[in-house]
């Protein structure tokens, strides 16, 4: 972090860890969703379980991008990051 060369290291896995925990607790909500959307028999939410299911896969995707090493390279794919 440029701002703060102090916390240089730590603010990186600080933010990996938000990132994982976020990530479990979603999981958590979206299996206990699934479960109480299966044993309703009349009500049916099919735009909110539609929603749900696509910020499921976009925050699966973003956890799959996450590089849990820093390296003192540049890299050409992270441009605008700090």
């Given at each position: 972090m440029s701002v703060?060369?102090?916390?240089?290291?730590a603010?990186?896995?600080l933010h990996v860890f938000c990132q994982v925990s976020a990530y479990a607790v979603g999981v958590a909500?979206?299996?206990?969703?699934?479960?109480l959307g299966s044993q309703s028999k009349?009500?049916?939410y099919s735009s909110h379980r539609n929603?749900?299911?696509a910020l499921f896969v976009l925050a699966t995707v973003q956890q799959?991008?996450?590089?849990?090493?820093?390296t003192?390279?540049?890299?050409?794919n992270r441009t605008y990051f700090i």
């Open positions: 703060f060369p102090s916390a240089d290291p603010w990186f896995y909500g979206w299996g206990t969703g699934l479960k009349r009500v049916k929603i749900g299911i799959g991008c996450v590089r849990v090493g820093e003192d390279q540049p890299d050409q």
